[in-house]
């Protein structure tokens, strides 16, 4: 059974910073890509930033910049880096893994597959 657990939400102030963290259990694959999308009130789910097993990354031009994503293979460990957040950044965080053989076109976990964790709680003030 694959379990995703996402943890460092919270609420910061404009131009602050937190980490995510997203560590992953029961995934078979050796190679697969895992990836941070948000979800803010009356929007859709989108990417945030992805990255291959190789370190192939993605970043959503909004963020660019701002967010650094890294994982660490031997911990099944997933990280998101942020700083200079901003309120525009205020979104329920979500973290995804896939095999690589469903990758969509930007190193990503499918929008509509793969598994994902039950989010974390972002939260920027002016």
């Known amino acids: 059974q694959v379990q995703l657990v996402e943890s460092g939400g919270g609420s910061v102030q404009s131009g602050g910073s937190l980490e995510l963290s997203c560590t992953a259990s029961?995934?078979?694959?050796?190679?697969?890509?895992m990836g941070w999308f948000r979800q803010a009130p009356g929007k859709e789910r989108d990417r945030v930033s992805c990255?291959?097993?190789?370190?192939?990354?993605y970043y959503t031009d909004a963020v660019q910049g701002r967010f650094t994503i890294s994982r660490d293979n031997a911990k099944n460990t997933l990280y998101l880096q942020m700083n200079s957040l901003k309120p525009e950044d205020t979104a329920m965080y979500y973290c995804?893994?896939?095999?690589?053989?469903?990758?969509?076109?930007?190193?990503?976990?499918?929008?509509?597959?793969?598994?994902w964790g039950q989010g974390t709680q972002v939260t920027v003030s002016s």
């Open positions: 995804a893994a896939a095999s690589r053989y469903y990758r969509d076109a930007y190193y990503c976990p499918p929008l509509s597959g793969g598994y």
């Open positions: 029961g995934l078979t694959e050796d190679d697969y890509v």
């Open positions: 990255i291959t097993t190789g370190g192939s990354t």
